[in-house]
């Protein structure tokens, strides 16, 4: 089996808050604790569009909206190589305002569109009311999702596009319909900071094992870690008030 992932890591110098850098470092040394190489390339405005070629894990963070209006137009510029590599189930991991991008678009509330890329079939409306605080969310495919949301952003799904689960603490997506994230085939959206994978070690997982079994055309068995220190993690974070 082929031992080694390329993560991509989408304008961090725009899209990173709340901590969302942890999330490649978490994946890099998970990849690296099994013996995986595991190497991280950034892509910023107007880097060459083939660094997002031959990728295996693609990851974006969040941003405020004048770091979405800052990278939409050269997100444009790359979206059929990032829809290809989903299409063909590479792995992803976006959140926040990555996520939103990643939507058909983005109306603030002032009313300004942002152009999104469509990878998830979605739209988001800016709302007057920010959404904050720890969120729990309950999935069928990673158990129980601890994490942070912080978004105004009100983000309502099409057909072909599934939510990541089912709120139980917090907002969602919307604050509405009891739904948080989205996925399409191995393409993960979600609002949930905190970074996400440091407390959720089954989703780095999950981006670290399909990556391998795209490249090699088998299943990926990971060698088990030792994540009892989540476990404390996780409690407290979800007994943290809103």
Known sequence: MECSVKIVNLYPRQMNIYGDYGNLLV????????????????????DDKRLVQDVDIILGGGGQDSGQAAVQEDLQRIAQPLQEAIDDGCPALVVCGMYQLFGNYFKTFEGDVIEGIGIFNMHTLGGHRRMIGNAVIETNDFGELIGYENHSGKTYLGSGTRPLGKVTVGDGNNGQDGFEGARVKNALGTYLHGP???KNPLVADFLIAQALERKSGYPAKLAQLDDSLVVPARKAAKARPR
């Open 196 to 198: 996400l994978l440091p």
């Open 27 to 46: 994946l890099l040394q998970r990849a690296g604790w099994r013996g995986i190489q595991a190497e991280a390339v950034d892509f910023n405005l107007g």
